[in-house]
């Protein structure tokens, strides 16, 4: 079963947040991948967010209709010199969800099992996750959304930070406390800055894969954040310690740690999360139960 995060912490436990699911288990960004990483017994699911043309808020982590996770509005195969011309935020949503993920494995993840299916709305799997929650008697999932955001993809890939955390809020809104759940996540941190503004109480994460200091990425955001999610490859023993000095309220959730010796060396640094496409291989090795 998953734990609460209070729990957790007195056990000397991470948080264990499902990738965009289980994305070495179940295609991606989908609701059989959310529902077979909540019966895992995962603390969170981390997952990715863009707009369609008609603005609703629907998951997948390209903009665009990526070759490598399924088909095109007419069942056409995609090539992938020309995936970005299938520009979500061109399409309605009704044709985005005709476009089938998920027949064949993701040629990164040969384990992944096919499940066809199609990409879902925000709001289908906050509806699913809570739930599902109900139904396995567990504690209430907690969410990291990350909003996929760009300066150069405005008003092109995506809306404006502001707009696209207002819609992403609304969401949230038709739920009544997920949000005290939910952790806004960008590598923009023009996002991070709106969604400050708009909701002052929400937890935010400033996501990281440069080898930049983090006083520095602070100090550019103009305040310190909730979370830092960074690569784990960038992080070590050291600089774990010297953020913990330094922010001693900073919680730490490096990604994406898929193997067994990786994710031994980021449990033994204490972090309180670890982001992971293999949630059930860190489950076991934290010896907790399936929900």
Same mark, same amino acid.
């Given at each position: 079963?998953? &734990?609460?995060?209070?729990?957790?912490?007195?056990?000397?436990?991470?948080? *264990?947040?499902?990738?965009?699911?289980?994305?070495?288990?179940?295609?991606?960004?989908?609701?059989?991948?959310?529902? #077979?990483?909540?019966?895992?017994?995962?603390?969170?699911?981390?997952?990715? *967010?863009?707009? /369609?043309?008609?603005?609703?808020?629907?998951?997948?982590?390209? !903009?665009?209709?990526?070759?490598?996770?399924?088909?095109?509005?007419?069942?056409?195969?995609?090539?992938?010199?020309?995936? %970005?011309?299938?520009?979500?935020?061109?399409? +309605?949503?009704?044709?985005?969800?005709?476009?089938? *993920?998920? @027949?064949? $494995? #993701?040629?990164? &993840?040969?384990?992944?099992?096919?499940?066809?299916?199609?990409?879902?709305?925000?709001?289908?799997?906050?509806?699913?996750?809570?739930?599902?929650?109900?139904?396995?008697?567990?504690?209430?999932?907690?969410?990291?959304?990350?909003?996929?955001?760009?300066?150069?993809?405005?008003?092109? &890939? #995506? !809306?404006? +930070?502001?707009?696209?955390? @207002?819609?992403?809020?609304?969401?949230?809104?038709?739920?009544?406390?997920?949000?005290?759940?939910?952790?806004?996540?960008?590598?923009?941190?023009?996002?991070?800055?709106?969604?400050?503004?708009?909701?002052?109480?929400?937890?935010?994460?400033?996501?990281?894969?440069?080898?930049? %200091?983090?006083?520095?990425?602070? %100090?550019?955001?103009?305040? =310190? +954040?909730?979370? &830092?999610? /960074?690569?784990?490859?960038?992080?070590?023993?050291?600089?774990?310690? %010297?953020?913990?000095?330094?922010?001693?309220?900073?919680?730490? *959730? $490096?990604?994406? =740690?898929?193997?067994?010796?990786?994710? #031994?060396?980021?449990?033994?640094?204490?972090?309180?999360?670890?982001?992971?496409?293999? !949630?059930?291989?860190?489950?076991?090795?934290?010896?907790?139960?399936?929900?």
């Amino acid at each position: 079963m998953a &734990f609460p995060s209070s729990v957790l912490s007195s056990l000397g436990q991470p948080e *264990v947040h499902g990738h965009r699911g289980c994305r070495g288990l179940l295609p991606e960004n989908t609701l059989p991948a959310f529902a #077979h990483a909540l019966a895992l017994g995962v603390d969170v699911l981390e997952l990715d *967010v863009i707009i /369609s043309a008609d603005r609703q808020v629907v998951l997948s982590h390209e !903009p665009w209709l990526a070759a490598d996770l399924g088909r095109g509005p007419a069942g056409e195969l995609i090539a992938p010199a020309h995936e %970005q011309a299938y520009n979500l935020y061109e399409l +309605p949503y009704a044709t985005i969800r005709r476009c089938v *993920v998920g @027949e064949w $494995p #993701h040629p990164r &993840f040969p384990a992944q099992q096919p499940s066809p299916t199609y990409r879902p709305l925000l709001l289908e799997v906050l509806q699913l996750a809570e739930a599902t929650c109900q139904r396995l008697g567990r504690p209430p999932v907690g969410y990291s959304i990350e909003l996929k955001s760009a300066p150069t993809g405005d008003n092109f &890939f #995506h !809306p404006a +930070p502001w707009p696209f955390v @207002e819609l992403v809020l609304a969401e949230l809104a038709a739920m009544p406390g997920v949000a005290a759940r939910t952790t806004l996540l960008s590598f923009d941190g023009r996002v991070l800055q709106a969604a400050r503004q708009l909701a002052p109480t929400l937890a935010l994460c400033l996501l990281n894969e440069e080898p930049a %200091q983090p006083a520095a990425l602070f %100090q550019e955001l103009g305040f =310190v +954040p909730q979370v &830092f999610g /960074s690569d784990f490859q960038l992080l070590s023993a050291e600089l774990v310690a %010297q953020l913990r000095a330094a922010y001693p309220t900073l919680r730490l *959730v $490096p990604w994406t =740690v898929n193997e067994q010796a990786d994710l #031994h060396r980021v449990l033994s640094w204490r972090v309180d999360g670890i982001t992971t496409d293999f !949630p059930d291989r860190l489950l076991a090795l934290l010896k907790r139960p399936a929900s």
